[in-house]
Each structure stands twice: as structure tokens, then as C-alpha cells.
């Protein structure tokens, strides 16, 4: 630290004092996001967290600071590639990267960038007229026909794959048919929570299928109990009238004469007597 420049001394010191404050720090990518949206995302965050920028020598010296005071802290450092910039809140990190998604945009793909989903064209009409677009989709592989004077995309086909780089020709193809690739906004990589990293693909979660798995859970384990009679609170009530429904069959079926079932067990009692008479004609 003495031999840099006080400015640089100081912004060690203000990571360092904003990596203590927060339990939650996160890096993002901030490659190919355009000024004008990470100023609008700067303004629709502000005042549920805080975004940082600096070199990636400064970070490391006030990790450095801090690797024995915030267990795990140093593990950030494998995760800051590209253009990174740190993230402080106190959210969890769950939450954290629901709000990053939910503040991205869509966006038209550029020939180079990294497909961040596959990328699929579906089968249906387009806007345009039979000419050299039939070769330029038959070339990336769709099958073609001519409809009401439309060229007619015939089979529904993934054009890029998840991870794969995409083609110039591509891009130009994806930006004829209006199809958004990309999105835009803040890359969470990933979170630091007490010791624990977070990373993108663990973050990344569907949350329609997180509640279905979880609800699937939730009736796997009460069906379990309720089948070995292991009681819980939540299924206290449902054991006791499945037993008490279970006693009274019993009682019934052997006449076993107790004053909850003896109506019934003389009802029945009757019945019987009077299908003996019946069969004996008396």
C-alpha cells in the first residue's frame, strides 16, 4: 500500500469498508452493456444495492485486507473475468439474481458474442417475399417453402446452441426475423454468503420450476408420513380421523360393542335376522 498512489489508497479502503458492511457482495459482468441501460439500471437498483467499479489489482489488494476477516472472500477473485464490478447488498443471493433477470432487456445479437440460451427458430410464415432470403435461410439449415406468397419456414430448428459463438451471417439472419437473443443488463456471476459461493449456475434458477419441485416435495414427504403414521403438525388431524376411522371399521366388523358403533352394529345385527327370516319363510 505505501508504494501507490493515494487515490488508489483510498479506494482500497472504501472496497474494503463496503466488503465489511455488507454480508452479501456479488461480481457482475459488465462486458457489452451500452452506457445508456447501465445507467438505467444504476437508477432502477438504487437503494437495494450498491455497484462498484475499479481495477482488478485494487480488488485484489483489499481482498487481500479481508481474507481473514470474510471467510471465502478470496474465491471472488477466480470469478472476475471480463469488465467486473462488485455488487453490495443485503439481499440473499437468490433474491439478488432474481432482480438482476427481471431488470434485463432483450436484444439483438451481434456477429462474436456467446449465445446465452439456444436459440430457436419456430416453424411459421414470414414477412418476406421468395427472392435470395430463401438462400440465406437455407444456408443456416431451415427448411423452406412458399406460401400465400411468403417464404414459409417449414420445421422448427435451434439455430444456435447455448455457449456457441454467433455467426455473422447469423446475426443477420436472427435481426431479418426480429428474434432478441441476447439480453442486456447486469451478468451476475457470481455471490459470496458466509463462506459460500454462489456461482451463475446455481443462481440461475426457474422459478415455476423450483415451486412445482417443491410442491412435488412437499406432498412426497406428507403421503411418506401419513403411510408409517409418523406425525407431524401438519399432519396430526388427517392421522387421528384415519385411525379413528380404522377403530370404528374394527369395532363393527367384529361387534365389538362399544356406544359409538353399537346403532350400527344392531342395525346390522337386524338386517341379517331379517334376511334369515326371509330365506327361512318365516
Known sequence: ?????????????????????YPIIGVVNMENLPSPQLQKMRSQLRGKMELRMTKRRLLKLAVAQLKDKKPGIEKLLGYMGGMPAILFTKDNPFALARTLQQNKSKAPAKPGQIAPNDVVIEPGKTPFTPGPVISELSQAGLKTGVEEGKVTIKERKVI???GEVIKPNIASLLTKLSILPMEIGLDLVAVLEKGCIYPKSVLNIDIKEFLANLSSAASSAFNLAMDCAYPTKENADDLLALAHGDARALAIGQGIYEKDVIEVILATAHAQMMGVKAEANL
Open 160 to 162: 444456435v446452441k447455448a
Open 1 to 21: 500500500m505505501a508504494h501507490i498512489a493515494q487515490y488508489k489508497k483510498e479506494t482500497v479502503n472504501d472496497f474494503v469498508a463496503l466488503m465489511e458492511k
